[in-house]
């Protein structure tokens, strides 16, 4: 079973082939504010807010890919080691953990998963909120996999314990992920 396979499967009913209308969100800058407070010989205290560091898109989005790749380098990992448990430091959903266990059965992998072999590039950032990022990017499997390099549409929730991780994925950008942010149940998972 290919990828894309074993995505559709993780996926279920929510991966559609159907373009919506909808248009992406637009891209967004993160701003940091930092507020320092220092008090002198005479217990007066001042505030002082200095400039916020601005994070450039260029900046954001090779911190996504970052992201990303770490997430696909711990999907394969896990699988490669059938631990379903460390599957769970990179899926946030049921059916995403599912999925993996079944790849532990049927992903055929041409070499042991490292890091350096996973490539993402081409990445357009949809939407950048602190609960869900949405990214549409190429991946190369770079020889872990006898699989072509694919265009993929990831939804990352983010947890306080393991930071971004797969919800959902997406074959289009202007599929219907919105409501994978919006409206979808988030699971408690271990």
């Not at 549409?153 to 599929?175: E, K, N």
Request: hydrophobic content about 45%; aromatic content about 8%; overall charge negative.
């Amino acid at each position: 079973m290919g990828i894309v396979g074993v995505l559709a499967l993780a996926l279920g009913g929510l991966l559609w082939r159907n373009r919506s209308n909808a248009a992406p969100a637009p891209q967004t800058t993160t701003t940091l504010l930092a507020v320092v407070t220092t008090t002198d010989s005479t217990s007066t205290t001042a505030t002082t807010v200095p400039s916020p560091p601005t994070t450039t898109v260029a900046q954001r989005v090779a911190e996504v890919e970052m992201i990303l790749t770490d997430l696909w380098f711990g999907w394969f990992d896990a699988i490669y080691r059938k631990d379903a448990d460390a599957l769970w430091n990179v899926v946030a959903t049921d059916s995403y953990h599912d999925a993996g266990v079944v790849a532990m059965d049927d992903l055929v992998f041409e070499n042991a998963p490292s890091s350096n072999a996973v490539g993402v590039s081409g990445t357009d950032i949809l939407l950048d909120r602190s609960d869900c990022v949405v990214a549409s990017y190429n991946i190369d499997f770079g020889g872990i996999l006898a699989e072509p390099p694919a265009d993929l549409v990831s939804v990352m929730w983010s947890d306080d314990r393991y930071g971004l991780r797969f919800a959902t994925g997406w074959l289009y950008p202007d599929d219907l992920w919105l409501a994978d942010c919006d409206e979808m149940v988030r699971e408690e998972t271990p």
